[in-house]
């Protein structure tokens, strides 16, 4: 599956998996299509490659085909589609049933979705990345195209006419008066057929102009489910037989030892049964104890009496300032890290420079906090150890739980359940682990459910980040050269190091937490350096948090550019506007990134005109803008911000008054979908900036719950314009993209409004107030 291979970007001269990624699109290019009778209906699937073109039903009812996504038709028309990924929200599913029933002419009413479990057929299981729409466009619109051709061929054939006289409309073959419909195709009709991949290229995917599903408004499948309570998340899962438990989480993530545990006083608690230690082969856990119920109730009161006497780790006395502290030494280390742009003449450019501009930016830790805390229902059913969790990332942690539990990887599998909030916390699964360490020393089913606060001492925090950039200015004010360095704690590393690239020092690098460098501004030689933050990375596990590293790096990037162009007396968007050019590396490429800069520079006309730039404004009120190409430079999605602030002098408090937001994602599949995931984007990115972030204390984070951990309420949430560029572009991803600005838009807003620029989120009263004492 291409997804699990393809990187950030590729920088001229910089060796990745890119070409792997480039081969493995090819051999998907490649794979053939299948119908075949599965039971009561038709399989459509991919041919796994490597098949031979046996028999469609053979293949089918042998389950040896590799579907990204496939769907069947039943013989009462109910077009089922089965979702692979993760439905945290973003209505996934709606979005990729879509492709597939417009270019299968299906009637929306009758389309299903199936999300289904943990599979080796289905190929890679991760949903993250605002990838799932892009990654699936192309392949699913190729199916839904097969679906239609042989369903127009087989109806042809039942109305005695030929398939030219015919056409497909709302689960219908039409030829003239007469119709047949699905369903009675299904029936009645022999739809087995196999298709080469050079047949699947020659059958044509409709224009952007017969479009009749994608970009328009209609029926959300997943909504009806979520709003009536018939949805099942992770928290719901039950079975019978089995103990309630709560863990008991040590006080540091790794090297934390238990010397001894007194549950005396917890034996009054009526429903305690006893408290386990864990034996965690895959050091995922270590030093953990459960405390096992026969109600959460009573396993959360029992833990509240049993006393566990620990031996910490090597971390317990870490503090955010340290891990802040550990970074800047790192930068200031010229042979750490990897060298991501490594362009000629770098150096010259700064050592010719008339003028040399440099700011350092922080930001802090940021919780995930999700509405659902991390849960996981575990047992042993026939041999095989079932999962009953959601998750985001099935395909990485199976692997995990397998040696955990000391059996093959073909002897787990996991239950698919709605995530009550995902955000990236689920790509990692390790609180699985101890559900199925549990479960396996007690013989029986084990539902461990997290507490709040246990959740957020055991989560995958954003990882605080120190930056460092550069810009080097001719004698007219023009950049002609840049640097960029950028450390923080690495979850690649942590928990996928084989997903990471080299740099072009031949050290690795991780794409997830330096990705937003890669920039589409002309500024002359560039320079980025990546380096990890391994104290951060021994004190807790880092995490793929909403945007990721797009999150922190944009925030230092956008705030910089931002100050640079005041720095050369410049409009902050005319100064980006003539750095936007869409020429050379920047001038973009065929399909994902048409137009290059040019795009990029469009959105942000845009929100100018839209926000009113350069308008007159109250007293203490600005205006900042951003602009970013979201996530990946191989998928940009182009995102420009304007945020209007209002800044109290006497208590330093920043109300956001409003955001103005204009994107450019191509062709956009679910409208209202796509305007929701805008919206949460902003309002996460604006969560970041003004009201979350903790920092750590003795190895932990000094926040574990919602009374002061407070992202934002929605009494903050301010007036939002938000416009899409009509496009038919290869659809890219919307889950992230706006995340990435409104932090950086926020602070140059505050500059605007007062005269003081914070380099630091989040953006509290207490640091504007102090700025502004100065």
């Avoid at 469609?56 to 013989?75: L, Q």
């Amino acid at each position: 599956m291409s997804k699990f291979y393809r990187y950030l970007n590729q920088p001229d001269g910089i060796e990745t998996a890119t070409l792997q990624a480039s081969e493995e699109r090819l051999q998907v290019s490649r794979r053939g299509f299948l119908i075949g009778a599965a039971g009561a209906g038709f399989t459509l699937a991919f041919f796994r490659s490597g098949l031979s073109f046996a028999q469609p039903e053979d293949v089918v009812e042998a389950g040896t085909f590799e579907p990204t996504i496939w769907y069947h038709i039943e013989p009462n028309g109910r077009i089922v589609v089965n979702i692979a990924e993760a439905e945290m929200g973003q209505h996934v599913g709606t979005a990729l049933a879509r492709i597939v029933a417009d270019e299968l002419e299906a009637d929306w009413s009758m389309v299903e979705l199936n999300h289904v479990d943990s599979d080796p057929k289905w190929g890679l299981m991760v949903t993250g990345g605002s990838w799932s729409v892009w990654e699936n466009f192309t392949p699913l619109s190729q199916a839904g195209a097969a679906g239609r051709k042989a369903l127009i061929e087989e109806g042809a054939r039942l109305l005695g006419v030929s398939a030219d006289q015919c056409e497909a409309r709302n689960s219908h073959v039409v030829a003239g008066d007469e119709s047949i419909s699905y369903g009675d195709i299904v029936s009645r009709g022999d739809l087995s057929r196999t298709y080469t991949a050079d047949d699947l290229k020659q059958i044509p995917i409709k224009p952007a102009t017969q479009r009749r599903l994608i970009g328009r408004d209609s029926r959300a499948l997943d909504i009806p489910d979520k709003t009536d309570g018939a949805s099942r998340y992770g928290l719901d899962a039950k079975v019978d037989g089995m103990v309630y438990g709560r863990p008991l989480i040590p006080p540091t993530r790794y090297g934390a030892i238990i010397n001894n545990i007194d549950d005396s006083d917890a034996k009054a608690i009526k429903g305690y049964q006893q408290t386990i230690m864990l034996d965690d082969p895959t050091d995922t856990v270590p030093g953990w104890a459960v405390v096992i119920a026969d109600s959460f109730y009573a396993a959360n009161k029992a833990a509240e009496k049993v006393k566990v006497d620990w031996t910490a780790g090597d971390t317990a006395d870490v503090s955010e300032q340290d891990i802040i502290d550990h970074g800047v030494n790192l930068i200031e280390s010229p042979g750490k890290g990897s060298i991501m742009f490594p362009d000629d003449g770098v150096d010259e450019a700064f050592n010719d420079a008339a003028d040399i501009f440099e700011q350092d930016y922080i930001t802090h830790t940021v919780l995930h906090v999700q509405m659902e805390p991390v849960n996981a229902l575990a047992y042993e059913k026939d041999g095989v150890w079932e999962i009953h969790t959601g998750n985001q990332w099935q395909s990485i942690i199976i692997p995990v739980l397998a040696k955990a539990l000391g059996v093959k990887e073909d002897k787990v599998v996991m239950r698919t359940y709605m995530l009550g909030g995902g955000f990236g916390r689920r790509l990692n699964g390790d609180y699985s682990i101890p559900a199925a360490l549990a479960s396996q020393k007690l013989g029986k089913p084990v539902k461990l459910v997290f507490t709040r606060e246990d959740d957020v001492r055991f989560d995958s925090p954003r990882s605080a980040s120190f930056q460092r950039m550069r810009m080097a200015f001719d004698q007219n004010g023009i950049p002609v050269g840049m640097e960029h360095h950028a450390t923080a704690g690495w979850p690649t590393e942590v928990m996928a190091p084989f997903f990471m690239p080299k740099g072009a020092n031949d050290e690795p690098y991780d794409p997830f937490s330096i990705q937003g460098a890669a920039h589409w501004y002309t500024v002359g030689p560039h320079r980025v350096r990546a380096i990890s933050n391994d104290l951060a990375n021994a004190t807790f596990r880092p995490g793929w948090l909403r945007s990721v590293g797009s999150g922190w790096i944009n925030f230092a990037l956008e705030s910089f550019m931002d100050e640079a162009a005041r720095h050369a007396n410049k409009d902050p968007i005319e100064f980006r506007l003539e750095l936007l050019k869409s020429e050379g590396k920047n001038a973009g490429e065929a399909p994902n990134s048409v137009g290059g800069a040019s795009r990029q520079a469009n959105v942000l006309r845009r929100a100018r005109e839209l926000s009113g730039w350069g308008q007159e404004l109250p007293e203490n009120t600005g205006l900042g803008v951003a602009t970013s190409y979201g996530q990946e430079r191989n998928m940009p999605t182009w995102t420009a911000c304007v945020a209007r602030v209002h800044v109290n002098r006497d208590t330093g408090h920043v109300k956001l008054e409003k955001l103005t937001l204009v994107t450019d994602a191509g062709t956009v599949v679910h409208p209202d979908g796509a305007r929701a995931q805008v919206e949460g984007a902003a309002l996460w990115g604006v969560s970041m900036a003004l009201h979350e972030g903790t920092r750590y204390e003795k190895g932990e984070p000094v926040d574990r719950n919602l009374d002061t951990y407070t992202p934002m309420r929605i009494r903050d949430v301010p007036e939002m314009e938000l416009e899409f560029i009509e496009s038919t572009e290869v659809p890219v991803g919307l889950g992230e993209p706006a995340t990435t600005v409104t932090g950086p838009a926020i602070a140059s807003a505050i500059q605007s409004a007062v005269g003081v620029r914070i380099r630091e989120i989040p953006i509290t009263p207490a640091a504007v107030h102090k700025a502004l004492q100065r």
